[in-house]
């Protein structure tokens, strides 16, 4: 393990563990359930027809997207959080925000920085400094380090929050019925704990390269019938 997880503990409070999954509900205000993230064209592609080819999708999103990229960027923001190292925390951010591959995914990633930056300012009213245009993660990070979380349970609460949210998309589009998406959230969810234990190693791959979601999502901007904003 390299030193991102070095101070990583167990949640072993109440307060830590009911500000993760306040963090972690669907009830944030921050609008993520108006988007999809490419499963919405993904549906009408016909890649996304079914259960298996559902979880078959989720799966790829949890490889590709989260542990591959989005997952070790959150644990590297985090660690350079804590050591107050600005220059390397804007650098992280940047190439975060430049990975946002067509402008739904980049609108998307700013409007989300945008409420949760309103929560933190009227809600947990904690001292988060963040550019909200570089958009959600890095906003993120930093406020998962105000609230004195660790590394792993962020990364796990982060990948629960997107993974659910992708497969309510698929439950509400398809349609697939709700124990449908709860097999597929089941199963997806067992793995959640290798991929983030693999994207806190030293040697994680980083890779933001995934022409085929940026296809999707440039293909949802002119697409006939929408119900999410990407």
């Known amino acids: 393990m390299s030193n991102l997880t070095q101070s990583a503990l167990p949640i072993t409070t109440p307060q830590s563990l009911l500000r993760l999954l306040m963090l972690s509900s669907t009830a944030l205000p921050v609008g993520a359930y108006c988007y999809s993230q490419g499963v919405e064209s993904a549906i009408d592609r016909e890649w996304i027809r079914n259960e298996s080819t559902a979880l078959a999708y989720f799966e790829d999103v949890l490889e590709l997207m989260l542990v591959r ?8 923001m985090m660690h350079a959080c804590r050591d107050k190292n600005n220059a ?10 430049a990975s946002r591959e067509s402008s739904e995914l980049l609108a998307e990633t700013r409007q989300l920085g945008f409420s949760l930056t309103a929560w933190v300012r009227e809600v947990a009213k904690i001292p988060v400094t963040v550019d909200e245009r570089l958009g959600f993660l890095p906003v993120y990070a930093a406020l998962c380090v105000s609230l004195g979380l660790q590394a792993e349970e962020c990364l796990t609460a982060y990948a629960f929050t997107q993974l659910e949210n992708l497969v309510l998309a698929a439950v509400k589009t398809v349609p697939l019925g709700q124990i449908s998406g709860q097999r597929i959230l089941w199963a997806v969810y067992a793995q959640v704990p290798a991929g983030v234990a693999r994207a ?7 890779s933001s390269s995934l022409p085929g979601l940026a296809m999707l999502s440039i293909g949802h ?10």
């Open 69 to 76: 990229f989005e997952l070790p960027m959150l644990a590297h």
């Open 88 to 97: 390397k925390f804007q650098q992280l951010a940047t190439q975060y925000c």
């Open 200 to 206: 806190l190693q030293s040697d994680a791959i980083i």
């Open 221 to 230: 901007e002119s697409q006939y019938s929408r119900l999410f904003r990407s």
